[in-house]
């Protein structure tokens, strides 16, 4: 395909182009317009109405420069039927030049109630110098960037559609079955639609043509995901077979017996590691469901093997509470548990790392840590990522180098996750993923009762933490969330903390807090889980992960300020014992429509799939994509929400396609993937 520079396009323009991520032909032509203005027709000035945005024709009759209150342009132009006012603030000399009597124009733009009378601001106009023809079409405009003008991207534009090869890539026979217009006819449709096109299917993007074009990506990002997924069974890892003992001993040390669920996940989790290519398998279970115990086995699979795994946490305080019930499954076991993070003191940090390079660690569990240099495993057979998608770019890059170093092949990756990932996602952006889902919480578990309380009813919260915790029980209450500024979030969270311990003269406080030193961090955990701490005052770093049984009631204040993913994460930190687990929501009235939405959710499910569920239709894919590892094309047309129906479609004809004519499918792939941006590149 074409570059921009084959196009003829000067370098200036290719610059700013390419800040719109348009590299090449064909990222011209699916460039596609934001919406359209129609100036197939010329309105007379008498028929105009006030908002209306339409196309005149008119001669300048005069003009003159204000200069209070700012300097203004104004011009008054008439047609047979009327007369108006244009008025331009920010303008050059020249223009003052053009508006001299008689000058013909066609004017775009929206009329408007003026002090002096009906008039346009700024709109968009030609001079006219001979008869010049109406378009036949809409007129199309695009997303643009400073110094790009309309004109500029349309004739760029115009260019590539000339230049470029739009023919089909889907065998015409499906095109048919699948009743899809062809390609071209699409991409000419939305850039130029007809003066009679359907305005409104344009500008939901229901039309067909924007149907073939979805189609067309969400086709493609299948087909990138089904590659991605055969290439990885290519690759080499070690097999790794469990030594039956070791297992069962552990599994009889637990004081709970696995849920079928868990039984089910782990016995997919065993077929993957068995086979010599690298396992990618999402392991998804709602808070509370008892992920951890299922990795401790996996890990245990590798170690029986000869391998060493390695556990990886996004916080230390998670990474922390996994080191100490991990260790206590597994040393009886005889098999040592190696720490490493960030925050480990140089002496002992230099130890790990040599027992990890000597294979002497057998089970290392920390943060991002341990994957950075030079940490450099022995024979790394598993690594198991919690909360994975808490992990940026940069760590799933070291990841990946750290398996390229291990030189047997790759290690088996487990990658859990308790934001459970809606269906559609799951087809679309994690295709490439084996999924394992326990969709059961172990028995007996109470559901978590949840209570919308305002905030002027503080003191009955207190009176009622109050008695908790004197009766034995412990609580939580976190912090408002203050998104904008570490620096406040800490104030926020030191602030809480004092008036809490105002409040509670007669109870044992903690404060635990993102800026707190690891150590300290760890030693007030430590304190809560011990239940020397009663009331854990606390920032949302608490949110994943930590598992305290006897703390049963949790406070969020300004819980209107929390997304739903959050507050479903937080709230899964109670529950998790014996006795009733409650979580009071917080609100400082007036709710905003879109809090009150998430706290009506929030107040109406427990289930985290239907939570989950609902904040997509809320807000969108994007949170979840941070969970995508490498090379997953994102989309830009296609929304596998709202588009289920073509994505599974798209499903089934990648399936097909590959299977039959691999090249052809490359192909199409080629043509929508080529140097896009929207790639997460790691
Ligand atoms: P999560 O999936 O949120 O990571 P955890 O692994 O932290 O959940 O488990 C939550 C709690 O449930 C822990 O205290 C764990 O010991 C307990 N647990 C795990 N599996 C079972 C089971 N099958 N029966 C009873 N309790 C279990
Ligand atoms: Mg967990």
């Known amino acids: 395909m074409p570059s921009l520079e084959e196009l003829g396009i000067t370098p200036a ?36 109405f006030f908002g209306q945005t339409a196309c005149l024709e008119v001669e300048v009759v005069d003009s003159e420069m204000l200069f209070r209150p700012k300097k203004t342009l104004r011009a008054r132009v008439r047609d047979s039927s009327g007369s108006l ?55 199309p405009v695009y997303p643009t960037t400073a110094g790009l003008s309309q004109a500029t991207l349309r004739r760029c534009i115009e260019q590539a559609l000339r230049s470029e090869d739009l023919s089909d890539t889907l065998p015409e026979s499906w095109r048919i079955r699948l009743g899809l217009p062809l390609f071209r006819d699409c991409v000419m449709l939305l850039h130029h639609p007809a003066a009679g096109a359907s305005h409104r299917e344009l500008d939901d993007r229901t039309h067909p043509a924007w149907h073939r074009l979805k189609f067309d990506e969400l086709l493609a990002q299948q087909i990138s995901m089904r590659l991605h997924y055969r290439e ?22 637990l004081p709970f017996r696995l849920t079928t669920a868990q039984e089910r ?95 002497a660690a057998q089970l290392v569990i920390g943060t991002h840590a341990l994957i950075q240099d030079p940490v450099a495993f022995k024979a790394l057979g598993l690594v198991v990522i919690d909360e994975q998608h808490r992990f940026g770019v940069e760590q799933r890059l070291a990841l990946r180098r750290k398996a390229e170093v291990a030189g047997f092949g790759q290690p088996h990756q487990l990658m859990m996750s308790a934001t459970p990932i809606p269906r559609t996602l799951s087809m679309s952006y994690f295709a490439d993923l084996d999924l394992s889902v326990i969709d059961e919480l172990p028995a007996g578990r109470k559901p978590i009762v949840t209570k919308l309380v305002a905030d002027s009813r503080r003191a009955e919260v207190i009176a009622r933490i109050r008695q908790t915790c004197l009766q034995g029980g412990q609580s939580y209450w976190v912090c408002p969330l203050i998104e904008e500024s570490e620096t406040l979030q800490l104030q926020t969270a030191v602030d809480t903390f ?34 020397d701490i009663q009331l ?44 009733q687990g409650f979580c009071i929501l917080m609100y400082h009235p007036p709710l905003s429509e879109l809090a009150r939405t998430r706290l009506k959710v929030i ?53 097909d396609w590959i299977a039959s004519d691999t090249e052809g499918a490359r192909r199409h792939l080629k043509r929508w993937l080529w140097s896009r941006q929207e790639f997460l590149t790691a």
């Open 265 to 359: 996940v782990l016995r997919e989790i065993d077929a993957d590691l068995g086979k010599a290519h690298p396992m990618h398998r999402l392991l998804q279970g709602d808070v509370g469901s008892g992920k951890t115990v299922v990795a401790a086995l996996a890990c245990l699979q590798a170690i029986d093997a000869g391998y060493q795994a390695a556990l990886m946490a996004p916080t230390e305080i998670l990474a922390e509470q996994h080191f100490r019930k991990i260790e206590q499954l597994l040393q009886p076991l005889g098999i040592p548990t190696t720490w490493i993070t960030g925050s480990l003191r140089r002496k002992d940090r230099l130890a790990a790392q040599e027992q990890v390079a000597s294979g």
């Open 85 to 139: 006012l244009l008025r331009f603030l920010n303008f050059y000399g020249s223009q003052v030049r053009q508006f001299t009597a008689g000058t013909r124009l066609r004017v775009f733009g929206e009329l408007r109630q003026g002090h002096a009378g009906p008039e346009m601001v700024h709109p968009r106009y030609r001079i006219l110098r001979d008869e010049e023809p109406l378009p036949q079409t809409l007129t």
């Open 498 to 531: 004092e008036s809490i311990s105002q409040e509670f003269p007669d109870l044992r406080t903690g404060l635990v807090h993102g800026r707190l030193a690891p150590a300290e961090k760890s030693a007030v955990m430590e304190r809560f889980a011990q239940g």
């Open 13 to 48: 323009t290719a610059g700013r182009l390419q800040k719109l991520g348009l590299h090449n032909a064909f990222d011209l032509v699916l460039h596609l317009p934001l919406r359209y203005e129609d100036e197939t027709r010329i309105t007379p000035i008498r028929d105009l």
């Open 603 to 655: 107040y109406e499910h427990a289930d985290g799939f239907e939570i989950a569920r609902q904040d997509l239709a809320i807000r969108g894919p994007g949170e979840y994509l941070g969970a995508r590892q490498s090379g997953t094309p994102l989309l830009r047309f296609a929304d596998p929400e709202q588009d289920g129906a073509l994505l599974e479609q798209a499903v089934q004809a990648a399936a």
């Open 536 to 579: 854990l005052v606390a920032t949302t770093v608490i949110e994943v992960g930590v598992d305290v049984p006897n703390a049963s009631i949790m406070v969020i204040e300004h819980a209107e300020r929390m997304g739903l993913a959050q507050l479903h994460q937080l709230r899964g930190r109670v529950g998790r014992g014996a006795t």
């Open 232 to 253: 990885r069974l290519s690759y080499k890892a070690p097999r790794l077979k469990p030594s039956t003992t070791r297992r069962s001993k552990l599994l009889e040390q």
